[in-house]
T-cell receptor, first 110, second 117 residues
Framework: QKEVEQNSGPLSVPEGAIASLNCTYS??????FFWYRQYSGKSPELIMSIYSNGDKEDGRFTAQLNKASQYVSLLIRDSQPSDSATYLCALDDSWGKFQFGAGTQVVVTP | SAVISQKPSRDICQRGTSLTIQCQVDSQVTMMFWYRQQPGQSLTLIATANQGSEATYESGFVIDKFPISRPNLTFSTLTVSNMSPEDSSIYLC??????????????FGPGTRLTVL
């Protein structure tokens, strides 16, 4: 079983709609969770970090964490074509190392 | 966050040769890491670059193939030795920037795209 699971997509989202990305993980000890955005040919860029159960909002992005159910999600409101990218879920595992999911490709269609 | 640069940004190499990739940070950082991202794949941690001591390698990666140096708190190099086409990948360095964020947040350099013929 992979440490971090994501649906690879592609997730097709109409412009202006909400994109919903999910991530599940197996390490119950993990306390730190991250979402990165990666454009094709570029390096990952940190979007959000979340450490406590509940929601955390930053602009059009909302991260949601549920440690009991071992999932973390990312909502992108008012999706724009510039949001088209691969979104990587990551966590800091019990060994203090980052584990990355395979990423979900998001395609925002005009 | 810290500004991270990598050299070269890309290279095409012949099999059997070696390439050294440099990672430079504009501020002192405690933790530096090297990752590999193969085409269409996610990131795989190669090693943690430790300042003043030998790097800590992940399972499947060895020092003879991927020697790493970390002479100070702002610079590290990764060498890909005796390359084969299977080494074609993007190589990324990352840092934990404790000055501006929680200690466990990682930021990535722009990457080095390596093609081995």
């Amino acid at each position: 079983q992979k440490e971090v699971e994501q649906n690879s997509g592609p997730l097709s989202v109409p412009e202006g709609a909400i994109a919903s990305l999910n991530c599940t993980y197996s390490d119950r000890v993990s306390q730190s969770f991250f979402w990165y955005r990666q454009y094709s040919g570029k390096s990952p860029e940190l979007i959000m970090s979340i450490y406590s159960n509940g929601d955390k909002e930053d602009g059009r992005f909302t991260a949601q964490l549920n440690k009991a159910s071992q999932y973390v999600s990312l909502l992108i409101r008012d999706s724009q074509p510039s949001d088209s990218a691969t979104y990587l879920c990551a966590l800091d595992d019990s060994w203090g190392k980052f584990q990355f999911g395979a990423g979900t490709q998001v395609v925002v269609t005009p | 966050s810290a500004v991270i640069s990598q050299k070269p940004s890309r290279d095409i190499c012949q099999r059997g040769t070696s390439l050294t990739i440099q990672c430079q940070v504009d501020s002192q950082v405690t933790m530096m890491f090297w990752y590999r991202q193969q085409p269409g794949q996610s990131l795989t941690l190669i090693a943690t670059a430790n300042q003043g001591s030998e790097a800590t390698y992940e399972s499947g990666f060895v020092i003879d193939k991927f020697p790493i140096s970390r002479p100070n708190l702002t610079f590290s190099t990764l060498t890909v030795s005796n390359m084969s086409p299977e080494d074609s990948s993007i190589y990324l360095c990352s840092v934990e920037d404790q000055a501006t964020s929680r200690a466990d947040t990682q930021y990535f350099g722009p990457g080095t795209r390596l093609t081995v013929l």
